[in-house]
């Protein structure tokens, strides 16, 4: 326990998975593609088979560089006029960047006959595989964190009665778990900006949140203290066996 969750350890495998999933990036953009003219090129015409797999991920692929495409025509606009490369939905009211969008996505769905309803549905499609990526980054970095807290917790409450070391750890995990959460907020954006290749987080983004922030609030925190609990189980069993063998050394 004490080596897995060393922080070297700890550091080791955030940085490999963060140099994997960087690599491999799932639900990315595609980097090629991207332009600030609002020109729609690298793809190829062909007619989407709603059962093939395969297609369903080009066609999500497509509507999200759209998305991208029309938020950097729009940035590389506003500094064009004002010298910052920001804020670009402001041009005038949001319609300089909606009109690049529907040019888009015309040309998504003459490429590959599809509705724009079929667009905008791909539009919201995330990566599992990347969502899934960014949580197992995040727990060794958690999992440390619990470990120190519960270590402390262990030896400051041994010579209590076992209900008060319960109270502690229990006020403790949600304490520790909402920090957790909201950490995870922010190594989650940090993520979101790779996975577009831009730092303008925007809401026009329609797959920038995925359903465990939005479906089931609360399952990562109950996660979280359940997680918690576990480590602080684990600690009190190292601490209890490591006293008991100091006790017959003595």
């Known amino acids: 326990m004490r080596r897995l969750l060393s922080p070297w350890f700890v550091l080791l495998a955030m940085v490999s998975g963060g ?30 088979d709603q059962q093939n797999p395969a297609h369903q991920r080009h066609l999500v692929a497509d509507a ?3 998305e991208e495409l029309a938020i950097r025509h729009a940035d590389a606009e506003f500094g064009r006029r ?8 402001l041009i005038d009211d949001g319609r300089f960047r909606s009109d690049c969008l529907s040019r888009m996505f015309h040309a998504i769905e003459n490429n590959h006959h599809v509705t724009s309803e079929q667009v905008r549905v791909a539009r919201e499609q995330r990566s599992h595989t990347f969502d899934l990526a960014v949580v197992l980054l995040f727990l060794p970095l958690y999992s440390f964190g619990a470990t120190v807290a519960c270590r402390w917790l262990s ?3 041994s010579s209590d009665e076992r209900h008060v070391g319960l109270v502690a750890v229990g006020v403790a995990s949600a304490a520790f778990s909402l920090l957790g959460i909201h950490s995870f907020r922010l190594f989650a954006a940090l993520w979101e900006a790779v996975r577009v290749g831009n730092g303008h987080m ?3 983004r329609a797959a ?3 359903r465990w922030s939005q479906q089931y609030v609360g399952a990562d925190f109950i996660g979280a203290v359940l997680l918690f609990w576990l480590i602080a189980l684990c600690c009190y069993r190292v601490v209890s066996c490591t006293d008991a063998l100091r006790r017959r050394s003595a």
């Open 155 to 157: 030896r400051r409450f």
């Open 208 to 210: 920038t949140h995925n």
């Open 202 to 204: 925007t809401g026009m």
């Open 82 to 89: 004002y010298g910052v490369e920001h804020h670009g939905g």
């Open 64 to 66: 999200q560089l759209a």
């Open 19 to 48: 140099v994997l999933t960087y690599m491999r990036c799932p639900g990315c953009i595609e980097r090629n593609r991207v332009n600030k003219t609002c020109e729609w090129m690298g793809d190829t015409a062909f007619a989407i």
